[in-house]
């Protein structure tokens, strides 16, 4: 009776995996013999017409500056706003659903929120100058502002990616019963030795995740700085967009891709093996 | 002199009073209990002492200095949890370690404090390894090991045994007691567990929804309950309670005659089940027994003494049939008289 069934657990899967096929597993291969592929010959030319582009350098720079700037303090803002939440005894779950407010808000319209803002007839400008900071509107998205328009990219940044973080971080931490800060604090330890030596080691596997997902995030980085920066801040995606839609050229834009899915597998790996969770030596 | 001296504690979540006016001191040495049902207020008494809670009002000192306001790392006292709150990420020899790493102890004496809470606690085989792959006895010994490795003046104890099943509580119970009479600290151990408390204190405290209604030794408070609670919380079967008729300072129970404490109106017999004897038939206080239960030690009697529910224990040579009305002899220094009203009891007879 029960070996009869046994096809039962397949047929209830098979609509997620033909699902997946088609639209993740086909598209992948597709593009990668896209990328690595002339005239339907295998061929490296794809490659080489992305490496001698003069956006190429300056693109995998910004992405990657972006993404260290941005990773850490999402992942120390987070930190610090789940510590301080799971402090506060009333108002709790306004305060969190306040801070997921960004999360609602599309990538695109994040970036229009921080091009009014720092624009020059946005809001920065007018606070400033009415403050009297500054005499005249003063440009801060372009390409002789590099460092300016890299500080209001992060910033947009870290303002629309850090809910996600936080969400992932408050559920670790609500996993670490309050004995054993207790037990800690009882014994000696001080808030911040309580924070590394207890809470931080037994949120691992949250802070495994988190640092996963905001990283490949990162490096997928397109629509907040074309909003804000259009081309002056050259960034991977937005180099995949441009050879895509501007030149026309799928294949570079392929190859453009397989690098991006390249990066954010090697940074995986890397999290995978530098934060170990072992289950053995959690709650 | 590590002596804890609580004095008018209180303490409110919000409009609910959780402690009301809890005094008590407990002296240099001492082990005792705060025994009580679950929510009468024992752990936010123990955790005010520990500094984990703060009280709305009152004092508390220990060694003769007052704690108020003084984080828990410098009250001199250590605690152990009741689910252990062992760390999962450290070895058994770290998680013994910890308080003396964090007091900064050098290598040698951690290493030596180490073994020796681990010698006592027999859990040296276990060092080197993570809390997941103990038991919950082990556990539990890990979390002693831990509080005892920095000789803390005091030692809070909140349900320590409550997790464990109940041949190794019965093991860990008589261990605890060896172990911390020779450690010779002043401890405090919550529990629910009359047997608990019974077996291991000095003196004990029944706490009874956010009050303290007796202190005694075990031996006073299974004795001589202060109240109608105490004498149905302590003891197994509960202190049976019959209320009585008075009749100028005499209670009649079958031929005999009770002087009492009051001279008319209603009093309450407390009366623990093994302290009666039977008496020759057709004497003594009648008893009409629903189901006797033959215990191999003893024989168990539920039924009723004038018409109100009662339990009481004879010898197990003894026979009685269910349904059968057998007499019971009282022995009047052993008895408990009770005000009906408020349920607080006479003070013993001399
Ligand atoms: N943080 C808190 N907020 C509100 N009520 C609490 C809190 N802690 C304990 N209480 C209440 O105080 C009472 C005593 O709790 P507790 O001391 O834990 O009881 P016990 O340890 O004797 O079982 C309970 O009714 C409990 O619900
Ligand atoms: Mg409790």
Sequence with gaps: MTQNRSWIPYLLILPTVVFLGLLFVVPLIQ?????????????????????????????ILNTFLLTLAVVPIQIAMALAMGSMVSKVNGGRETI???????????????????????????????????????ERQTAWLTYQTPVALFVGIAIAEIWRGTAIVMIIIVAGLNQVPKEFKEAAEIFGASPWTRFTRITLPLIRPALQSALILRTVLAFEVFAVVYALGGRNFPVLVGEAYNWQNQNQNYSVAAAYAVLIMVISLAATLFYLKVIKVDPERLP | ???????????????????????????????????????????????????????????????????IGLPPKDRGLAMVFQN????????????VAFGLRMQKADEARVRKQVEKAAGLLHIEPYLDRYPNKLSGGQRQRVAVARALAVEPGVLLMDEPLSN?????????????????????????????????????SDRIAVVHDGRIEQVGTPVEIYNHPATRFV?????????????????????????????????????????????VERA?????????????????????????????????????????????TVGLTLDAKRVTWLSPEDGVSYPAAA
């Design chain 1, 31 to 59: 593009t990668l013999w896209l990328a690595v592929s002339d005239n339907g010959v295998p061929s490296l030319a794809n490659m080489q017409t992305m490496v001698r582009d003069i956006n190429f350098g300056r693109s």
């Design chain 1, 96 to 134: 969190l659903w306040i801070w997921t407010i960004p999360l609602g808000i599309s990538d695109l319209a994040a970036g229009m929120v921080w091009l009014s803002i720092l624009q020059n007839t946005g809001y920065l400008n007018t606070l400033l100058f009415s403050m009297g900071l500054i």
């Design chain 2, 1 to 67: 002199m590590t002596n804890i001296v609580i004095d008018n504690i209180r303490k409110s979540f919000g409009p609910f009073q959780a402690l009301k006016d809890v005094s008590l001191t407990i002296n240099d040495g001492e082990f005792v209990s705060l025994l009580g049902p679950s929510g009468c207020g024992k752990t936010t008494l123990l955790r005010i002492i520990a500094g984990l809670e703060t009280a709305t009002s009152g004092d508390i000192s220990i060694g003769g200095r007052s704690v």
């Design chain 2, 84 to 95: 252990y709150a062992v760390f999962p990420h450290m070895t058994v020899y770290e998680n």
């Design chain 2, 164 to 200: 464990l099943d109940a041949l190794l509580r019965l093991e860990m119970r008589t261990e605890l007691k060896t172990v911390l009479q020779s450690a010779g600290t002043t401890t405090i151990y919550v529990t629910h567990d009359q047997t608990e408390a019974m077996g291991l």
């Design chain 2, 231 to 275: 004498g149905g919380f302590i003891g197994n079967p509960p202190m049976n309670f019959i209320t009585m008729p008075v009749l100028a300072g005499q209670v009649a129970i079958g031929s005999e005659s009770f002087s009492v404490p009051t001279s008319s109106g209603d009093i309450v017999l407390g009366l623990r089940g093994e302290t």
């Design chain 2, 280 to 324: 020759p038939s057709g004497q003594g206080l009648e008893m009409q027994v629903r189901v006797a239960e033959p215990m191999g030690s003893h024989l168990l009697l539920t039924g009723s003494i004038l018409d109100q529910p009662a339990r009481v224990i004879l010898p197990a040579t003894e026979t009685v049939r269910n349904g059968e």
